[in-house]
């Protein structure tokens, strides 16, 4: 891609700012797509930038917030042109560490641009540039070669791996979600799921297992929603606890139906383009030792005495991300492999991936607390999720 036509995207997404259509949610998205292909090294930075614009106020004039939104993101967009006016395309794509970018204009350029200023100001920025750049070729960073009296300067990629829960970039999790709520035509996306389990045993005689399960829901409308609409419904329900106590969150809820098997709906006002917070709950009581060889209502498993499993079935949303954690300072978690389960469609049938949790062991404290977590990303409608765990 050239400059120019680098430039004429950037000016093409500032004009969309004053349709008389104009659509937060939709402009934001198409803009971060343009960021991706004009930014290929830097477009995260510039993607959450532009995703973190307020266009909305709960206090003051709607319209004014509105306008003050519009002028940051033109402002933004000004700003990456004139970096691409200065410096030109990024040339660089998105590889490995042994890959290269290259950046630059041509040695002869840079030197001219230099020598417009005064000598002081010559001498100054020569003088740092030698400076930095000899601690980058030192430490290996930087490269440079001289082709045809061109300056061609290289820096090694340098590449983070750390686990799954980094496998999705920001921008990348909020343009599936984008992407996939209009096209199945959601009301609401969920921009994060966090699924929490602390496990307790109560009595005498440790014979008694409470599940306190909390669910903390980050929602994005993308049509306006009122506690008039039966929208969000949650359910919980257990085949082998003897008790399913409701935890009552944070907005209202309408029962449907109760026992061990509890549904309802929860109701909430939140205007298109604006996020919600939503947090669910409930508490399972278990008589132990839990029934061996018992079904695990998860594909065709089996379970222990000594094992459990838990499930988030999706049926109906779009999420960025969802975390699975068991935590428990009564039960000794024993590590096994391909307990993160996932279930999902192929277009030609169920196909099954599995991945190792992660464990977290308090080795040093009384309180003798660990835990079992999983961080799934980019689900759609009717992908299962389950968390297997095991204990001493």
Sequence with gaps: MTKQEAINLLKES????????????????????VLKKVFPESHQSKSEDIGEISYYSVTGDPTVSLQKGKKQAAQFLNEYINELDRFGPETGVNGSANEAVTVGKTFWDVIE?????????????LLGIVIISLILIITGILKFNINDGKLSLSFKSITQNNN??????????????????????????????????????LGAHKDTMLVRERIIYDLLALEDITKAQNIFKEEYSSEVAFKVERWFGTGREDL????????????????????????????????????????????????ASNEDLWIYPNEDDVIGKLTMIVSSKDL??????????????????????????????????LSKNNSVSYTWTKILPDEQLALKIKWQ
């Excluded at 709906?265 to 029934?291: R, W």
């Design 164 to 201: 799954n829960t980094n496998t999705s970039s920001i921008d990348e999790l909020s343009t599936f979600c984008l992407t996939n709520g209009f096209k199945l035509d959601k009301q609401y996306i969920l921009k994060s799921v966090i699924q929490t389990y602390d496990i307790e045993l």
């Design 256 to 303: 449907l139906q109760m026992g061990n098997e509890s549904k309802y709906f929860v109701h909430f006002d939140c205007s298109k383009g604006e996020s919600q917070t939503i947090m669910t709950g409930a508490n399972f009581y278990y008589k132990l030792p839990l029934q061996d060889n018992r079904d695990g209502v998860f594909r065709e498993y089996r379970l």
């Design 113 to 125: 641009k230099l020598f417009s200023k005064k000598p002081i100001i010559v001498f100054s920025t």
């Design 14 to 33: 500032i004009q969309k700012l004053d349709s008389t259509d104009f659509d937060k949610i939709v402009w934001t998205s198409t803009t971060i797509s």
């Design 332 to 365: 000794k978690f024993q590590p096994i492999s391909e307990n993160a389960l996932m279930t999902y469609s192929d277009g030609q049938g169920k196909v099954n991936k599995d991945n190792d949790a992660f464990y977290n062991f308090d080795q040093n404290s």
